[in-house]
């Protein structure tokens, strides 16, 4: 078997939850799953974690609200006082209030670009990548599974039979 | 899968499945522009270039070319720029407010009004730089490092506070809207057969490929920037709000003015939502997914808004009395009395009592109606900015240089051309990018579709 994989195609998002929770009581890895929108409830199934990118997000947070807050001092406290009105002007905490709203925004700045960031590279989403869906009706309206048999220790005649049988509309090996 | 109560109206008309939902929202990207677009587009290219042509000619004669005056420093340069950073709000509002609150009728007006946002606050940000005179320098404004002895920006100021806020709001706005764009050029990219179109949607589509890990990141990014930008929304315009509360002219020296800008914000924003919406859903056949309903929606939106509008317009009257500062009360009899009372009651009847018919339910999903509103309720916010701008600075404290403002063809052609090429923009995203986000709609259409909720009956 040299490292055929099987793509089995369905015409109804919840008609393959049903047939890959069948599957995989039957002790089959399911490799993938390319549908045109989320399924919801099918990650714990096919074995996807939760992601991190949240975490991610609160990090690069931190960092923005850090250099914000350390920027004002340096630029307004330490370099170059300026006296504004009476506005006091001697230590960092009396300004403190007038900071605020830069600080929100340059977090919220960071936070966000920093996730949007790591979300592309994660996906490998870029300008100029090829996309890698089997075919191309799985961002329109069909929703395909991938099967590597060799994870699963099963012959691809079982596993067709098997597809088939909860619902699959086409089954292909390539 | 999650139920939705029968009795709940449908939010996907007629017996629609993927594919359809598919070939209906890319129906004008795949086949030829209509007539009436071009022609649309036609008007918005020559407002574009007139409004352009404008611009020039001021930056290169100079701000005197506006009819401001030594009184009037501000006029209709930042009542525009109010109004649209405005009118920016609604997008924000439906796509992040609304996901968070999980208000699935969001979904067929998200993607048009994020356009509309992020196109609205181009267009307001072209105000403080051309209002600046000298646009080469408008780096300044920027902390930059220097050789003037370390001249930093003020951060004590509200004006640069705005500087971050907008900044912050259009590019946080501009990268929420193109990661919920990515799987529909995907989709349009796996449609279209002609070679060149295919090349430019794989491009946008950045490889998107759809697996399930991809997914998954993708709600989940999709609720952290949700909730990132809900704050970010209000923060937007209460810091607008500060550049005129936090200086000492009568008439603008109020603590009332963050929620007050706020809601106004919301509330000329959903009427430019309505007015774009209601044309886009005739001209491109989607009335099966903006609806009646959805439009009754956004209506109630408008009353909630602009009810609370009237409200603040009435404290600050009452304040300004209750005050008993007389030039904070003088400033408020010249607005409803004075040589301007013709705005400030243009104002009031726009914003104040007009959307009140909206308590009729007759008036509300009648879509004519709510068209003719929305354009009053865009009027009377522009006037709102006009009044709290002009009718406050034209008669300061020194009675000799009490003046009028009297707008000049710049004025006009400037803010023409603004309207020109944020329809302009519109227009060009209407015809090539998919108006309807696909990848959400398909996840409603189960629960909220009217064949499936029919089954369930």
């Given amino acids: 078997m040299a490292n055929k994989i099987i793509y089995a195609t369905y015409d109804d998002d919840m008609v393959l939850l049903e047939g890959a929770k069948k599957l995989v009581a039957k002790g089959i890895h399911i490799n993938d799953v390319f549908s045109p929108f989320p399924i919801h409830g099918i990650d714990p199934v096919i074995g996807i974690k939760q992601t991190r990118l949240a975490i991610c997000g609160f990090i690069y947070g931190l960092i923005g609200l850090s250099l914000a807050l350390y920027g004002m001092y340096y630029f307004m406290i330490y370099d170059w006082p ?7 002007i001697d230590y960092f905490y009396q300004n403190i209030p007038a900071f605020v709203p830069i600080s929100f925004e340059f977090t919220v700045l960071l936070a966000a670009h920093g996730m949007a960031l790591t979300y592309f590279i994660r996906n490998w989403t870029l300008p100029g990548i090829k996309a890698r869906n089997p075919y191309p009706y799985t961002t329109n309206d069909k929703f395909v599974m991938e099967i590597h048999p060799e994870d699963s220790d099963v012959s691809i005649e ?15 090996e390539r | 899968m999650h139920q939705e109560a029968a009795i709940r109206e449908p939010l996907v ?13 890319l129906a004008p990207v795949v086949g030829k522009a209509s007539r009436s677009w071009w022609i649309v587009f036609g008007i ?9 042509g404008c611009i020039l000619h001021l930056l290169g004669t100079g701000i005197g070319t506006w009819g401001l005056n030594k009184t009037v420093g501000w006029a209709w340069d930042i009542t525009n720029f109010v109004w649209w950073v405005g009118i920016g709000h609604a997008g924000t509002l439906i796509s992040a407010v609304l996901l968070l609150f999980r208000q699935k009728w969001r979904m067929a007006i998200n993607r048009s009004a994020e356009a509309m946002t992020i196109f609205a606050v181009m267009m307001a940000a072209v105000w403080p730089a051309i209002h600046m005179g000298r646009i080469w320098l408008a780096y300044f404004v920027f902390p930059l490092p220097n050789q003037f002895g370390s001249l930093w920006v003020n951060f004590n100021s509200p004006l640069l506070w705005d500087v971050f806020a907008i900044s912050t709001y259009f590019s946080v706005s501009l990268v929420f809207w193109y990661i919920g764009l990515i799987p529909d050029f995907a989709t349009i990219r796996d449609k279209v057969t002609q ?3 295919k090349k430019i949607y794989s491009l946008l589509s950045f490889g998107w490929t759809g697996n399930a890990k991809a997914w998954n990141r993708f709600e989940e990014i999709s609720l952290v920037l949700a909730g990132l930008a809900t704050p970010l929304v209000f923060s937007v315009h209460s810091i607008v709000s500060m550049d005129f509360a936090t200086s000492v002219i009568p008439g603008w020296h109020t603590t009332i003015f963050p929620p007050y800008f706020v809601s106004g914000a919301v509330f000329s924003g959903f009427a430019m939502v309505l007015t774009l919406l209601i044309i886009m859903r005739k001209v491109m056949n989607l009335e099966s997914y903006i609806t009646i309903k959805h439009i009754e929606y956004m209506n109630i939106v408008i009353i909630v808004t602009g009810s609370i509008v009237g409200v603040a317009y009435l404290t600050e009257l009452f304040i300004s009395w209750y005050s008993g500062v007389e030039y904070e009360s003088y400033a408020f009899i010249n607005r409803a009395t004075g040589p301007y009372w013709w705005a400030y009651w243009a104002m009031m009847t ?5 959307p009140q018919v909206f308590w009729f339910k007759k008036l509300r999903t009648n879509i004519m109606f709510t068209f003719f509103m929305s354009i009053v309720v865009n009027i009377g916010m522009w006037f709102e900015r006009f009044v709290i701008i002009v009718t406050s600075l034209h008669r300061d404290y020194l009675p000799s240089s ?5 707008p000049t063809y710049v004025d006009i052609g400037c803010f023409i051309g603004t309207i020109g090429i944020f329809f302009v923009l519109f227009l060009l995203f209407a015809r090539f990018f998919p108006v309807l986000p696909l990848n959400e709609l398909k996840t409603i259409l189960k629960s909220s579709g009217e064949q499936y909720k029919k089954i369930d009956e």
Avoid: R
Wanted: hydrophobic share 40%; aromatic share 8%.
């Fill in chain 2, 350 to 354: 726009c914003n104040v009592i007009s």
């Fill in chain 2, 44 to 52: 918005s290219l020559v407002m574009a270039l007139w409004g352009i």
């Fill in chain 1, 158 to 172: 079982e596993l067709t039979k098997q597809l088939n049988e909860t619902g699959s509309i086409k089954v292909e």
């Fill in chain 1, 82 to 88: 300026m006296n504004i009105g009476g506005k006091p």
């Fill in chain 2, 195 to 197: 070679a060149v179109p």
């Fill in chain 2, 402 to 406: 009490w003046t009028m403002f009297h």
């Fill in chain 2, 13 to 25: 008309l007629g017996e629609k499945t993927y594919g359809q939902i598919t070939d209906d929202v």
